[in-house]
C-alpha cells in the first residue's frame, strides 16, 4: 500500500532556530496534508496541499508540495516553545484511505 | 460545539475479555476512522467508515471490530483476539471520504491497557 516516508524522526533545536520536517512517497501523491500532535493530545489539522509546487504560508510555518507531488516538507522559521510536538504528513491511497507518516517529533530547547 | 467524544479517556482489559471503545460526533460527517498510535509511532488505520452501515478494513484490523448503525457513532471493539491491545486509539471523522480528502478531526483518545 501507499507509504509515506517522514524525516527526521527526532528533532531537537533550541528556541530561535529553524526545523524541516520532510516527507517522501515512491508515488505521485494527489495531495497531501500535514498534522500537529501535542504531547498527551490529538493530532490537528494545519493544512492540505494539492498543486505541484504548491508553496502556503501559516504565519512562521511554510509549507512545499514538490513539483513531481512525490515529496513535501515543512519549514518552520525561528521556533518557539510553542512549536513543541509531533508533526505528520498524510497522504491518500488509491482506496481513499489515508497513511500517516511516522511523524517527526520536535523538542524545543528554552 | 461540534467536535469528536471519544470514551472512556482510560481503558483497562483483563485477559480475554473484549472492550468497546465510544466514539461520536456530531459533525454532520459522512466518514469516519479507527486509527492506533503506539508510543513514539504514527497512526495505522484500524477500519474506516464512508458511510452508514459500511465499512472497511485498514491495515491493521485482525483482533478489532465495528459498526455504523448510526451516521454520528463508529465504536471499536478490542476483541481477545488482539493479543497486544495496549495502546492509544484515536477515533477521527471528515465531511466525506473520497477524491476530495477533506480532513480529518480527531478526538481526545482511549488509552487502552492489559491488566
Known amino acids: 500500500g501507499q507509504q509515506v516516508m517522514q524525516i527526521p524522526q527526532y528533532q531537537h533545536v533550541q528556541e530561535g532556530e529553524d526545523f524541516t520536517t520532510y516527507c517522501n512517497s515512491s508515488?505521485?501523491?494527489?495531495?497531501i496534508q500535514w498534522y500537529k500532535q501535542r504531547p498527551g493530545g490529538h493530532p490537528v489539522f494545519l493544512i492540505q496541499?494539492?498543486?505541484?509546487?504548491e508553496v502556503k504560508k501559516q504565519k512562521r510555518l511554510t509549507f512545499q508540495f514538490g513539483e513531481a507531488k512525490k515529496n513535501s516538507s515543512l519549514h518552520i522559521t525561528a521556533t518557539q516553545t510553542t512549536d513543541v510536538g509531533t508533526y505528520f504528513c498524510?497522504?491518500?491511497?488509491?482506496?481513499?484511505?489515508?497513511?500517516f507518516g511516522t511523524g517527526t517529533s520536535l523538542t524545543v530547547i528554552p | 460545539d461540534g467536535g469528536i467524544t471519544q470514551s472512556p479517556k482510560y481503558l483497562f482489559r483483563k485477559e480475554g475479555q473484549n472492550v468497546t471503545l465510544s466514539c461520536e460526533q456530531n459533525?454532520?460527517?459522512?466518514?469516519m476512522y479507527w486509527y492506533r498510535q503506539d508510543p513514539g509511532q504514527g497512526l495505522r488505520l484500524i477500519y474506516y467508515?464512508?458511510?452508514?452501515?459500511?465499512?472497511q478494513k485498514g491495515d491493521i484490523a485482525e483482533g478489532y471490530s465495528v459498526s455504523r448503525e448510526k451516521k454520528e457513532s463508529f465504536p471499536l471493539t478490542v476483541t481477545s483476539a488482539q493479543k497486544n491491545p495496549t495502546a492509544f486509539y484515536l477515533c477521527?471523522?471528515?465531511?466525506?471520504?473520497?477524491?476530495?480528502?477533506?480532513?480529518?478531526?480527531f478526538g481526545d483518545g482511549t488509552r487502552l491497557s492489559i491488566l
Open positions: 508515488t505521485t501523491l494527489s495531495n
Open positions: 477521527a471523522s471528515s465531511k466525506q471520504a473520497g477524491p476530495a480528502n477533506q480532513p480529518q478531526h
Open positions: 498524510a497522504a491518500p491511497n488509491t482506496g481513499n484511505q489515508f497513511y
Open positions: 467508515s464512508q458511510i452508514v452501515n459500511d465499512f
Open positions: 496541499l494539492v498543486k505541484s509546487g
Open positions: 459533525l454532520n460527517h459522512d466518514a
